[in-house]
């Protein structure tokens, strides 16, 4: 047994010393992108594919990556708005050239529209949702010479709703006359298009596999400059624990969604910073006002303040969500920072006395069985207890509780809401618009599953997706809210963040509340 | 002879015909929509029904079942939902890593396992054998990815004596022409052996970790089986006979544990070639089971169906290999 243990040590020994550095022009990053399904940019709709398609395509809009929030074009110079606001006439950056060398034109913006129109994959209706489809694409989304497209929706809409949708992964342009050459039975190019890439992006992309790497290496010639790495390389690492001993030994550069016990672990290390970046989930509890107590406004007042939200922000969930009580999260337009609950028992009981339930009563709450919802969960369960409020909760598996969601039977729902694309109406057209509350009712909205209708907010929803004006607009959205936040059978509680470490020699990464704009282009290493 | 062959392929198709059938009404009977995991959970309704269509799932089982069974014949399984290649080409990347691990590890557990066992059996109760049985228990009992986390929080970590996850450093990768998919092999044909020592710093630890294991494994049944073959008669005979010691063990008893043996080594070998998902996960390493795994998570029923034919496949080939091998070693099966 010596002699083998001691051959072992040998040869183990002989294995040289480490050299955990990354190459200085290469950036490296530790990261779980199993979610990638496709490299389409006009039919992924997964957060790191989204991530892939702000490297390597260009968009008529996009973000300055140090300031994300207001929109700047992107491969659009200029635009003009006429016809009362349904028509967007877009001036075409000169001289950007795609990977393969093809220059960029509204040819090419064009074919992209009508591509990710006519496929209508699962992000397709990002744009469909302003009227268009496959046998009115051509005309509604067509180039009037090399420079000018003209993009026009079925009726007038804020333009800053329109703006910010031709922002998202769904309306990366791609190089038309390469697409066209690797089409095969009338598939858009679609086949070829999921494992390669065919765009002017920052970034080209080098190679992709599944679970493994995913690299890029930069384009000198991208018309906004070219980035500062030579390479960027996403190591698929699914394993928390093994994530901390990369960065820790340098072998990574940026360590992405990390939990909160590996951060704690890794604060205080001179090497590494670590910080929280506020993502765009919304976690939230919905109360079925089909429920004869939770129908209360009374009820749902007293609920609100029977939650101690920065408790659970700051020690159950320790910084992996953020308190955030209204639908659009920070980092959006016409998001507002007012919290007017916290954990008030008094205030709670002295409602439901109010409501006629001075000793409180008892309700259920489904929960998918994950983290976090089991202990946010448990947290609730114990400040309801406070007022009285017996709650039970159902655990269940995520499609399982949705899917009785979905179907309006429960009391309570624990869950969250991602945000489709960087604009207020998505969430809410979700949150705050119901205008058919029947059983079966076509659109199923988060307002109706919790069988909600309130017209006056409806009304303002509508209002905001059409007013032009940005500030009036902004205006709406955080009067709107105000009303929502008191009135409503929902009790929002936080918004998520993305948790990662860097090593210290990493400078200005960064990334906004969705993939979308997460932008490698300007990191540095010294 | 011919009969014989015929009868081995017969069964073989059979066996193969079942495991399509299991697998496949298993892929349909699990409460989880294939489609949803084409198009993700926000689509529109006429995109979900578009993909059904296309995706074949509207058509009766027994239609479907048959189309699957044709293709599985001609080698195509489709593509996978996960990585939106053809499960074949996913099949050919991940199974060498696979095999690169299993093979190693499994040379360690032979070429440790095997001896210490024998040792351990020729010393009953001596404290060799109370070595191999605490090390034998602990490969049992001690969870694989905790031996993978303390390995790397040591000989990683701390000591800096191997690379971290993956197959190779980031200096390194795409550095040498793929051949065979087995990076080792692949550097030395390449004849890079900057690349060859950085790829063997990466799988030292999880081959060694693996290795363990089915070191354990076969160190316990090499002592049993060695145990009992000692206590027998024609061994007391052969040393009364005044035969050497080395004689005895090796000649009389090893020989007839040999058979018995294989089959263990076989299906060991058959386990780790299945893919070790716990410690393909700690290590991030590209096999077998992550792709299962990962398919299995993502309900990418052609990557299921692919690997499972492909895990059944192995096993059917291990058990020829061992028959083969049983030919070889028993004069009395000639």
């Known amino acids: 047994m010596k002699r083998y243990a001691l051959a072992l040590a040998a040869l183990l020994a002989t294995t040289g010393v480490a050299s955990a550095q990354t190459p200085r022009d290469t950036l490296v990053v530790g990261a779980k992108f199993d979610d990638i399904l496709s490299l389409d940019p006009h039919e992924s709709f997964e957060f790191t594919g989204s991530e892939f398609g702000s490297q390597v395509y260009d968009k008529l809009i996009t973000f300055d990556p140090a300031n994300i929030g207001p929109i700047r074009g992107g491969a659009a110079e200029s635009w003009t708005v006429s016809d009362g606001g349904k028509v967007i006439t877009f001036k075409i950056r000169q001289g950007i050239k795609f990977h393969s060398g093809n220059p960029l034109t509204a040819e090419d913006v064009a074919y992209s529209v009508q591509r990710a129109v006519t496929m209508n994959k699962a992000p397709g209706f990002i744009i469909t949702q302003f009227g268009l489809n496959k046998d009115n694409v051509k005309e509604r989304a067509r180039a009037l010479d090399a420079q000018t497209f003209r993009f026009e929706t079925d009726k007038a809409y804020a333009t800053t709703f329109v703006l910010n949708c031709l922002s998202a992964n769904v309306s990366a342009i791609v190089d038309s006359k390469l697409v066209k050459s690797n089409e095969k039975d009338g598939d858009w190019g679609n086949t070829w298009l999921k494992t390669n890439a065919a765009g002017s992006g920052p970034f080209k992309l080098v190679t992709w596999r599944a679970n493994e790497t995913l690299s890029y290496e930069r384009n000198d010639g991208y018309w906004g400059g070219a980035p500062k790495m030579r390479r960027v390389l996403l190591r698929h690492m699914p394993e928390q624990a093994t994530k901390r001993l990369a960065i820790e030994k340098g072998d990574v550069d940026i360590a992405r969604d990390l939990q909160a016990d590996q951060v704690k672990a890794l604060q205080g290390n001179p090497n590494i910073t670590t910080r929280a970046v506020l993502k765009s989930y919304i976690a939230y509890a919905g109360l079925n006002t089909k429920h004869p107590i939770l129908g209360k406004p009374q009820v749902q007042q007293a609920l609100k303040y029977l939650v101690d939200y920065d408790q659970i922000a700051n020690t159950v969930l320790a910084g992996a969500y953020a308190t955030q009580q209204n639908y659009i999260p920070q980092g959006f337009l016409g998001a507002i920072k007012d919290q007017p609950f916290k954990l008030d028992v008094a205030r709670a009981k002295q409602l439901l006395a109010e409501a006629g339930h001075p000793n409180g009563f008892t309700v259920t709450m489904d929960v998918t069985n994950t983290w976090p919802w089991t202990e946010i969960a448990q947290a609730v369960q114990a400040t309801f207890a406070q007022g009285g409020v017996k709650l039970e909760l159902i655990p269940g598996d995520f499609r399982a509780t949705l899917t009785k969601y979905r179907a309006r039977n429960h009391d309570i729902y624990l869950g969250r809401w991602g945000s489709d694309f960087l604009d207020p109406h998505s969430n809410a057209d979700a949150f705050a618009k119901n205008i058919n509350n029947a059983d079966d009712a076509p659109a199923k909205p988060l307002a109706w599953r919790n069988a909600w209708k309130n017209d006056e907010l409806s009304g303002m929803t509508n209002a905001a997706m059409i007013e032009g004006d940005a500030a009036k607009r902004q205006k709406l959205y955080e009067d709107a809210q105000r009303k929502f936040v008191q009135g409503s059978p929902f009790i929002v509680m936080f918004q998520n963040t993305e948790l990662l470490a860097e090593r210290k020699n990493v400078k200005n990464f960064n990334l906004g509340p969705l993939s979308e704009t997460t932008f490698f282009k300007t990191v540095e290493k010294n | ?334």
């Open chain 2, 1 to 334: 002879m011919p009969r014989k062959i015929a009868e081995t392929a017969g069964s073989i198709a059979l066996t193969i015909l079942g495991l399509l059938l299991v697998t496949f009404v298993i892929g349909r009977v699990v409460p989880i929509d294939p489609v949803l995991a084409v198009i993700g959970e926000n689509a529109a309704p006429g995109v979900y029904e578009r993909t059904r269509i296309e995706l074949g799932l509207d058509q009766p089982l027994y239609v479907q079942f048959g189309r699957f069974i044709v293709k599985a014949v001609t080698g195509d399984f489709g593509v996978s939902v996960l990585t939106a290649r053809p499960v074949l080409d996913d099949l050919k990347r991940v199974f060498p890593a696979t095999i690169e691990l299993a093979t190693l590890a499994t040379l360690i557990g032979v070429l440790v396992g095997v001896p210490l066992g024998i040792l351990a059996a020729v010393r009953h109760q001596s404290w060799i054998d109370h070595v191999a049985r605490i090390v034998a228990l602990i490969g049992h009992s001690v969870p694989v990815f905790w031996i993978g986390l303390m390995g790397l929080l040591i000989f990683y970590a701390q000591l800096g004596w191997v690379g971290g996850t993956g197959r190779q450093s980031v200096a390194f990768l795409d550095s040498v022409r793929e051949r065979t998919g087995m990076i080792l092999i692949d550097c030395l044909l390449d004849g890079d052996l900057d690349s060859f020592w950085d790829a063997w710093r990466h799988i030292v630890l999880p081959a060694s970790v693996l290795g363990y294991f089915s070191l354990a494994y076969i160190c316990r049944m090499t002592r049993s089986f060695m145990l009992e073959q000692l206590s027998k008669e024609y061994v007391t005979a052969a040393r009364i006979k005044g035969l050497s010691e080395w004689h005895v063990v090796m000649r009389h008893a090893f020989r007839n544990i040999a058979v018995p043996l294989v089959t263990v080594i076989a299906l060991s070998y058959g386990y780790l070639l299945e893919g070790a998902v716990l410690t393909e996960t700690v290590f991030a390493w590209p096999g077998l089971g992550n792709y299962l795994t990962d398919s299995l998570l993502r309900s990418d029923m052609n990557g299921v169906l692919g690997g499972t034919i492909l895990v059944g496949a192995i096993f059917i080939g291990l058990n020829l290999l061992s028959d083969l091998l049983y030919k070889l070693l028993d004069p009395r099966t000639r």
